[in-house]
């Protein structure tokens, strides 16, 4: 096993503990490009070790009230059935479309945030909810298809519809990927490859890593946390579009 692939798993822990997303968008490229994993087959995989991170890291916020009820709520249960109906697509495409997709919407997300329109000050939660469950179940439908946790799109989704103050967002982020990733990969063992130790392997440092993050992040300002995701899943979707596409 390529040791980068390890050293990942310890990446993907640390950037969902510092800002509640990031790690699905690392899980599948280095499952399949370090790890040597099917992108088919990496995405029940990548489902498996991001739900487990995330609800770590959940557990460890919910104490100290940076967790939206409401939101966490109506996002998951609209985010797993929509999970649960992606999930059913992956197989439609090729392993190279696929990653395409994937990286292409990466880059998309992240231009909008840098883009995105700063706060003067920090808005105060108001989670309608016809407006939060079909933003739910769109991030939901894109965790199953593309087996990723969903947090590079609930961040900006929480923020943006359920007016989740950066540290609250991250926060409900967490739970929410558990709740839509456990649906997904539940929907995945269908036809999931058997990767049941690099799975524990990979979760188990991906854990280790999100508890870390927490920490390290609690000293860092929101802006700062929203700058560096968003730069992290612009680097990463380049790079991936870049090698799926013969790079």
Do not use: D
Not at 15 to 43: C, D, M, N, Q, R
Not at 46 to 55: D, E
Not at 102 to 126: D, H, K
Not at 173 to 197: F, Q, T
């Amino acid at each position: 096993m390529n040791p980068l692939a390890w050293a990942g798993a310890v990446a993907i822990g640390l950037s969902l503990g510092l800002t509640g997303a990031g790690g699905s968008i690392l899980t599948l490229p280095v499952l399949v490009y370090w790890a040597g994993v099917p992108p088919h087959e990496a995405v029940g995989v990548s489902l498996a070790v991001v739900g487990a991170a995330a609800l770590a890291g959940a557990l460890q916020r919910l104490g100290k009230g940076e967790i939206h009820g409401r939101a966490a709520g109506i996002f998951s249960v609209a985010g797993m059935v929509g999970a649960a109906v992606g999930a059913h697509f992956t197989g439609w495409v090729t392993p190279t479309v696929l990653m395409v997709m994937f990286a292409a919407l990466m880059v998309t997300v992240a231009v909008r945030m840098f883009l995105g329109r700063e706060e003067a000050t920090e808005p105060c939660p108001e989670c309608r909810p016809m407006r939060c469950a079909l933003a739910g179940a769109g991030t939901g439908v894109l965790t199953g298809f593309l087996g990723v946790g969903g947090g590079f799109l609930l961040m900006p989704a929480l923020m943006k519809f359920a007016r989740l103050p950066v540290r609250m967002a991250v926060g409900t982020s967490l739970a929410v990927i558990a709740a839509n990733s456990a649906m997904g990969w539940v929907s995945h063992r269908a036809w999931e490859g058997s990767h049941g130790g690099l799975t524990l392997g990979f979760g188990g440092l991906a854990v280790m890593g999100t508890l870390v993050g927490k920490r390290l992040g609690g000293s860092l300002p929101a802006k700062r946390l929203k700058q560096g995701f968003a730069g992290m899943v612009l680097v990463t979707g380049s790079l991936v579009l870049w090698r799926s596409m013969g790079g």
